[in-house]
């Protein structure tokens, strides 16, 4: 909780900066927003994101926290959590923050996980590449739903995590897909 606390604060630290600054028109002029992701709360966990773009680019950063379901775990295994950070640029094709946009960036995940027998529990850390895609829906001024589907690609870190008596081995490639919904400052 004390780290989507500080995300908040460093997200309004950051937006107060943007809104400081002076333009002459409402493309170039510097916007942020919060987001809430409703997978993670599904789950059991949360997501927090904070953002700052000017025109059709924005710079997000993120924590979650997500309980994957057991039918999302190879057999064998439960309670495999992760805590997320990342840091993502995002590109729209229309000016507002309005309609399709595609981003990317590093995440860090730190993951905890049993096997059913849940003697011991193994602790991972990797470092992944995301790609996403979404479509932000308009809610009146300052409001958006944004439905969206990623794929993050492991490129460090641990493969291999022995656990009881056996090895849980992270997959190479992470899909996922979500709805956010967001604020617009």
């Known amino acids: 909780m004390k780290k989507i606390c500080l995300l908040v604060l460093i997200c309004f630290g950051l937006s107060g900066f943007a809104f400081s600054q002076d ?3 409402s493309k170039s002029k510097w916007q942020g927003g919060l987001e809430l992701d409703v997978l993670p709360y599904l789950t059991g966990g949360y997501f927090g994101a904070g953002w700052v773009g000017k025109k059709n680019v924005r710079l997000r950063v993120l924590t979650a926290f997500v309980k994957k379901p057991d039918w999302s775990t190879p057999d064998g295994f439960t309670n495999h959590h992760i805590t997320a950070y990342a840091a993502v ?3 729209f094709l229309k ?3 309005k ?3 595609i981003g990317g960036g590093p995440v860090y995940w730190q993951s905890t996980i049993q096997t059913d027998q849940q003697k011991q529990t193994a602790e991972s850390n990797n470092w992944l590449l995301n790609g996403s895609a979404g479509y932000n829906f308009s809610l009146g001024k300052h409001f958006y739903l944004s439905p969206w589907a990623g794929l993050s690609l492991r490129v460090a870190g641990d ?3 022995p656990v009881d008596n056996t090895t849980y081995t992270l997959p190479q490639w992470n899909p996922e897909a979500s709805l956010k919904v967001g604020f617009i400052f």
Request: glycine share 6%; proline share 7%; aromatic share 26%.
């Open 23 to 25: 333009t002459a028109t």
């Open 99 to 101: 309609g399709f946009w």
């Open 95 to 97: 000016p507002n923050w």
């Open 89 to 91: 640029v995002d590109f």
């Open 159 to 161: 493969t291999k995590v």
